[in-house]
């Protein structure tokens, strides 16, 4: 009876595991990420600046992006995307420039994002309207 048991349980646990999917793409179909992709204009509020930033698909990992030209650094940033959000972990992203923050996807036409960067040793915050 027990071996009748464990013989069972393990074929569950078989079953279950062969419906793992596949990537993080939900039961509806709709990738997460795409909703951010595409060459973004940004006004930087911290400097009033405009520059460009593209937003990419890591290759790596399904749930990250490539931020091309963030903070106007001409380095990239990598975000990962959680939701409505790309979140940025502390990050260099050029020499001597640190990042930290977030951003939220407001609608397609607009992605605002709040982080910290730091540029030799000096911090500032910054709000950016990314906009498409």
Do not use: H
């Not at 179909?29 to 204009?41: A, C, H, R, S, Y």
């Amino acid at each position: 009876m027990k071996i009748l048991l464990g013989f069972s349980i393990f074929l569950m646990v078989i079953g279950f595991s062969a419906c793992a999917p596949d990537s993080n793409i939900p039961p509806d179909g709709v990738d997460p990420i795409d909703k951010f992709l595409g060459t973004w204009n940004v006004s930087d509020n911290a400097t009033k600046i405009n520059y460009e930033v593209t937003i990419e698909r890591s290759t790596s990992n399904t749930t990250l992006v490539i931020l091309s030209n963030f903070a106007g650094s001409g380095d990239v940033a990598v975000g990962l995307v959680a939701g409505n959000s790309i979140v940025l972990n502390y990050q260099q992203i050029g020499q001597n420039w640190f990042v930290i923050g977030n951003g939220t996807f407001i609608n397609a036409n607009r992605l605002d994002f709040r982080y910290t960067l730091e540029i030799g040793g000096n911090q500032e915050d910054r709000i950016a309207i990314f906009v498409n």
